[in-house]
């Protein structure tokens, strides 16, 4: 069984990370207009592309932590979605929202 001060930890870890990517998502939306000669315009495109791409990059982990919320309270964190066995915790720090062991992540 996991230790239930572990989880309660890393729950508080998963929602301050979820308020930091929904903040960084909120800024990579904001769009500034297009400035006005060819070269700041294709600047400008370049620096748009990079902010939606942190901004696809961050929604999937912010979805991948919400759904880490949802098994904690389910009672499923840190156990595998695929064999039911523990997730190992080095795995639950690196990566919040992870919900495979190192097994199946690999099948995955």
């Not at 930890?9 to 060819?38: F, H, P, V, W």
């Not at 700041?40 to 990079?50: A, R, V």
């Not at 009672?75 to 523990?86: D, F, R």
Request: contains cysteine.
């Amino acid at each position: 069984m996991i230790d239930e001060k572990f989880v309660q930890s890393q729950k508080k870890l998963i929602e301050q990370k979820i308020s930091e990517l929904t903040n960084e998502i909120s800024q990579a939306r904001q769009y500034d207009d297009l400035g006005n000669s060819d070269e700041d315009k294709t600047q400008e495109y370049e620096e748009l592309e990079g902010k939606n791409a942190i901004s696809r990059s961050a929604q999937k982990e912010l979805e991948d932590l919400k759904c880490a919320l949802e098994r904690i309270d389910e009672g499923k964190y840190g156990i595998c979605a695929q064999c039911g066995q523990l997730i190992e915790t080095g795995r639950l720090k690196g990566y919040l929202g992870v919900i495979y062991c190192s097994t199946h992540a690999r099948q995955s």
